[in-house]
C-alpha cells in the first residue's frame, strides 16, 4: 500500500513540475507574471496518544515554511510547499495517572513537501481588496523519525528497536512503520497587501495522516518474556517500551493492555509569513527594457475601505 502511495505521489509531482514548467515558460513572455515566492515561520503541534487534551499551542516547536504560488485565476492559486518542522510530547505533562504512570516522551524532525489549491474569498488582483480571507488544501508527503533519551542519557531513534513488537518472530503481523507517510494538508488563514508586490499572511494548517506512529505509539504492549527472548536489543527495547518504573515500582503491563490507540495522531502548524511577486524583480522589468517604455500599474491599495 505505501508503494502505491509513493507511486501516486511521484506522478503527481511530476505532474505539478510539468504545469510549474508550462507556467514557467509563459512566464518569459508575460508582462504581469503570476509567480509568488513565500516564506514564514511559526509553530508545529502534534496530538496523538501522548496527549490527554488537543491544545492550539502546547508542547509546541519551531517551524519553517519555503514555497511557490502560481495565479490560475485572480482567485485560485496553485501553491507548492516545502517545511521543516519539530513535534514533541511527554507523559509527564499530562493529568490522567495512567499516561503519567506510562512516562512515555517522544521528539521528531520532520520535512514535508505538498502541493495543492487555495481560493481567495476576495479579488485582491484587480485592486479592489488589501485583504482577504483564504482557504486551501492539498496532497503530499513527510519523513519523520521518532527518538528519545534512555535512562542514561543516549538518543535511541524509537522505531529501530520496535518498542511494540514490531519485527520480532512471535509477532508477524506487525511491521515496523514507514518513516516516509502521505498527508493532506487542509487550512486557511488571511493575506494582506503591504505594497503592490508583498503580502504578509498568517496561516494555520491541519494534517491528515496516514500512520499512527508519529509518536511510536499505537498499539499493544508486547509480552515481556517475548521481547526478552528475541529483541536484538532486549533490555533498551523493555526499558523504552515502558518507562513507568522510572518514576514508581509499577511492573511492567500485561500481556494487551493498551499502550495507546487512545486516539489518531494528527499534527499542525501556525505561522506568519510575507510572499513576493517575482514579475517585478525579474520578467517584468526585462520585458519593459526590452520594449523600452515603462508601464504603469494600478494601485491595490487604492479602497482600503471597500473590504470593510
Known amino acids: 500500500m505505501s508503494y502505491i502511495r509513493f507511486i501516486f505521489f511521484m506522478s503527481l509531482i511530476r505532474s505539478f513540475f510539468f504545469v510549474l514548467l508550462i507556467g514557467v515558460s509563459t512566464l518569459l513572455k508575460a508582462q504581469d507574471a503570476p509567480l509568488r515566492f513565500k516564506a514564514a515561520m511559526g509553530l508545529a503541534t502534534y496530538y496523538g496518544d501522548l496527549k490527554e487534551k488537543a491544545k492550539l499551542i502546547d508542547q509546541s516547536s519551531l517551524a ?19 517545511s521543516i518542522l519539530s ?45 482577504t480571507p483564504y482557504l486551501h488544501m492539498g496532497v503530499g508527503l513527510f519523513h519523520f523519525n521518532p527518538w528519545t533519551y534512555d535512562r542514561n542519557g543516549n538518543k535511541v531513534f524509537l522505531r529501530q528497536i520496535g518498542t511494540e513488537g514490531q519485527g520480532l518472530p512471535s509477532y508477524p503481523e506487525l511491521k515496523p512503520y514507514n518513516l516516509l507517510q502521505m498527508q493532506i494538508p487542509i487550512g486557511g488563514g488571511i493575506k494582506f497587501a503591504i505594497s503592490e508586490d508583498v503580502n504578509a499572511f498568517f496561516d494555520i494548517t491541519f494534517r ?9 505509539v499505537g498499539n499493544t504492549y508486547p509480552d515481556r518474556d517475548i521481547v526478552l527472548a528475541e529483541s536484538p536489543n532486549p533490555i533498551q527495547t523493555i526499558g523504552l517500551t515502558y518507562r513507568g518504573d522510572e518514576i514508581s515500582s509499577a511492573p511492567y503491563p500485561g500481556v494487551n493492555i493498551k499502550r495507546g490507540g487512545y486516539s489518531k495522531d494528527i499534527y499542525y502548524t501556525l505561522g506568519l509569513g510575507v510572499s513576493f511577486r517575482l514579475n517585478d524583480i525579474t520578467f517584468t522589468r526585462k520585458a519593459k527594457r526590452f520594449n523600452g517604455k515603462v508601464s504603469s ?12
Open 87 to 131: 513535534l514533541k510530547a511527554n507523559d509527564k505533562f499530562n493529568t490522567r495517572i495512567d499516561y503519567i504512570n506510562r512516562n512515555l516522551n517522544f521528539k521528531t524532525t520532520l520535512w514535508e513537501a505538498n502541493f495543492g489549491v487555495e481560493y481567495d474569498f476576495l479579488n485582491m488582483t484587480n485592486g479592489d481588496y488589501i485583504l
Open 208 to 216: 491528515k495522516i496516514f500512520t499512527d506512529y508519529i509518536d511510536d
Open 64 to 82: 519553517l515554511n519555503l514555497g511557490l504560488t502560481y495565479d490560475i485565476t485572480e482567485q485560485i492559486l496553485g501553491t507548492f510547499d516545502f
Open 297 to 308: 500599474t494600478r494601485s491595490r491599495l487604492r479602497s482600503p475601505g471597500s473590504v470593510l
